[in-house]
C-alpha cells in the first residue's frame, strides 16, 4: 500500500531561521511528487512537482528535492508570511486513479 | 477564470437530512475529485471522475454519490447525513488525471448534528 509519512507534524521557526520539512514515501514506480501549500480555511495550492531523483524545484525562499525515498521542502530565512500547512501528495502506484496525501507539516513562523 | 468553486461554504445538518455540495471548474479539466479532510488524516479521496458520464469510488466513499453530467460540473450528494460525516470537503480539478496538478476549491465546511 502507497505510504507518504510527512515530519514534523508542527515546526516553529523564528523568522529568518533556515530548516527543512521531510517526506518521506512507499510507492512503486514514481510518477510525480507534489508539493502544496494550505492556508487556514483555505484549499491546498499547488507549489512544486518532482518526477525524479536529484530533481530540484526553487520558488522564492522555497526549495524541494527530491531522492529515491524521500523529499524535502527547504525553507530559507523564512518570514510570517510562509507560515501555513505544507503536504506533499504521490499518485497512487497501481492503476487507480487516486493521490495519496501526507498529513501535513504545520509551519509557524515567528516575527 | 474563477477556477474551481465550492457552494456552499458552510453547512449545518441534522443527522439523517440529504443535501448536494455544488463544485464546478471552468478550466476545462477532464479529471474532477471529491475528498474529505479531518484532523490527522490528511486528506481522503471520497468520489472521483476521469470525464462527463465517468465515475468511479475513491477509499471512502460510503454514504456519498456523485454524478457528472457535464465536464463542469461534479456534484456530491450526502444521502442521509451522519455525525462521521463532519468534516471539510474539498472539491478538486486537474488536466489530464493524477499525474497532473491538482487545483482546489475553498472547501465546504459541514457539521451534521
Known amino acids: 500500500e502507497d505510504q507518504v509519512t510527512q515530519s514534523p507534524e508542527a515546526l516553529r521557526l523564528q523568522e529568518g531561521e533556515s530548516s527543512s520539512l521531510n517526506c518521506s514515501y512507499t510507492v512503486s514506480g514514481l510518477r510525480g511528487l507534489f508539493w502544496y501549500r494550505q492556508d487556514p480555511g483555505k484549499g491546498p495550492e499547488f507549489l512544486f512537482t518532482?518526477?525524479?531523483a536529484g530533481e530540484e524545484k526553487e520558488k522564492e525562499r522555497l526549495k524541494a528535492t527530491l531522492t529515491k525515498k524521500e523529499s524535502f521542502l527547504h525553507i530559507t530565512a523564512p518570514k510570517p508570511e510562509d507560515s501555513a500547512t505544507y503536504l506533499c501528495?504521490?499518485?497512487?502506484?497501481?492503476?487507480?486513479?487516486?493521490?495519496?496525501f501526507g498529513t501535513g507539516t504545520k509551519l509557524q513562523v515567528i516575527p | 477564470n474563477a477556477g474551481v468553486t465550492q457552494t456552499p461554504k458552510f453547512q449545518v445538518l441534522k443527522t439523517g437530512q440529504s443535501m448536494t455540495l455544488q463544485c464546478a471548474q471552468d478550466?476545462?479539466?477532464?479529471?474532477m475529485s471529491w475528498y474529505r479532510q479531518d484532523p490527522g488524516m490528511g486528506l481522503r479521496l471520497i468520489h472521483y471522475?476521469?470525464?462527463?458520464?465517468?465515475?468511479d469510488q475513491g477509499e471512502v466513499p460510503n454514504g456519498y454519490n456523485v454524478s457528472r453530467s457535464t465536464t463542469e460540473d461534479f456534484p456530491l450528494r450526502l444521502l442521509s447525513a451522519a455525525p462521521s460525516q463532519t468534516s471539510v470537503y474539498f472539491c478538486?480539478?486537474?488536466?489530464?488525471?493524477?499525474?497532473?496538478?491538482?487545483?482546489f476549491g475553498p472547501g465546504t465546511r459541514l457539521t451534521v448534528l
Open positions: 501528495a504521490v499518485p497512487n502506484s497501481g492503476g487507480y486513479q487516486k493521490v495519496t
Open positions: 518532482l518526477y525524479s
Open positions: 478538486a480539478s486537474s488536466k489530464q488525471g493524477i499525474t497532473d496538478t491538482q487545483y
Open positions: 478550466m476545462n479539466h477532464e479529471y
Open positions: 471522475s476521469v470525464g462527463a458520464g465517468i465515475t
